[in-house]
């Protein structure tokens, strides 16, 4: 099955809540195998920017630390599975422990 795993970076690490990241991590996955990785900077943060921009981009899940209650509904109105509560650590290993169902997510870093 073919994903595309967006991860919100801060200095190359998993940022704590998506909307404040200086870059996305994507990883284009096939069969539980990370096919493709590139670093790319957002458009500027704004209300509903970062699920459109992501989901144009063929997106199907975004592993972040934190979000807010109204982005998590924008992601899944756009068809992107957001998990969130995940740690902060190297956005590879977190993709990775995603596509052996090994990921651990804990409480939502956010509180709006």
Request: net charge negative; glycine share 8%.
């Amino acid at each position: 099955m073919k994903r595309i795993i967006a991860v919100p970076t801060q200095r190359k690490c998993l940022c704590a809540h998506f909307g404040h990241c200086e870059e996305f991590a994507l990883y284009e996955t096939d069969n539980g195998e990370i096919r493709t990785e590139k670093f790319i900077e957002p458009p500027p943060h704004e209300p509903g920017v970062y699920p459109a921009w992501l989901a144009s981009m063929g997106v199907t899940h975004v592993i972040a630390g934190g979000m807010g209650q109204r982005a998590v509904s924008l992601f899944r109105n756009s068809g992107i599975e957001p998990l969130v509560g995940a740690p902060a650590r190297p956005p590879r290993e977190l993709v990775i422990d995603f596509l052996q169902n090994r990921l651990e997510t804990g409480m939502n870093a956010c509180d709006h």
